[in-house]
């Protein structure tokens, strides 16, 4: 079993790396795109409404509810973003129980990428809800001498969630191999039936984490 994706290279030029990581997400990502396309394209308002829209409904309201209960006012305008970044990572974890898959959420390039993609939004919602001066004087909280620290904690929380993914997901993998080579008929199902119960739960703190980041951007002071 490879604990990581990375070094599974299809094409090398320069700097530039296409690893089985690359094409797994991107793979991933269409068959969401795909599968959005499909099941949007068919809902319906009527009475009788199909089971497939009914859980549809169900993820859509509960991720918006958990939006609303961590703080954000207004949980429509971030659920496109934090959704996207739950499913992805759940959807991302789920497929470990496809034979030969080795989950992209297990290389540090992807955590980092995800990572990075929070560490942008931030300031971008920070700014649209309190201007330029209001998001930039947060960082002068309490007074000016905490500039410096607060500049190390924006930057810090952003490695703490790349590195808090990857290390959860490695190491479930981790398990499984040693585990495959010790005892392959008995333990290993137990394992995965554990690493995918691991795999949604780093996707909810994952999304919650990043809920919080950017409530705390947005929201003025004392709020």
């Known amino acids: 079993m490879r604990i990581s994706s990375d070094s599974n290279i299809f094409w090398h030029h320069g700097f530039f790396k296409l690893n089985l990581t ?6 991933l990502i269409l068959v969401m795109v795909a599968g959005s396309r ?16 009914n859980l549809l409904e169900i993820i859509v309201v509960s991720i918006r509810q958990q939006l609303s209960d961590t703080g954000l006012k207004k949980p429509a305008k971030y659920l496109p973003f934090i959704g996207t970044l739950f499913l992805f990572i759940a959807f991302s974890n789920l497929c470990t129980i496809l034979p030969g898959y080795t989950a992209p959420t297990g290389s540090l390039s992807t955590t980092a990428a995800l990572a990075i993609a929070v560490f942008v939004a931030v300031p971008i919602y920070g700014i649209s809800e309190r201007g330029l ?16 620290l607060n500049i190390i904690s924006e930057l810090s929380r952003t490695l703490a969630l790349a590195v808090r993914l990857f290390g959860n997901i490695m190491s479930g993998a ?3 191999a040693i585990l495959l080579m010790i005892a392959p008929l008995f333990f290993p199902d137990l394992i995965i039936a554990l690493g995918l119960l691991t795999g949604m739960v780093q ?8 809920t919080v ?3 705390a951007a947005t929201q003025a002071d004392g709020e």
């Open 203 to 210: 996707a909810y703190i994952f999304g919650i984490l990043a």
């Open 174 to 176: 981790m398990i499984v």
């Open 38 to 53: 499909m099941v949007t394209s068919k809902l319906t308002t009527g009475v009788k409404i199909p089971r497939w829209q």
């Open 22 to 27: 690359m094409v797994t997400t991107w793979a």
């Open 133 to 148: 001066i209001g998001y930039l004087k947060e960082f002068l909280h309490p007074n000016i001498l905490m500039l410096p």
């Open 213 to 215: 980041y950017i409530a």
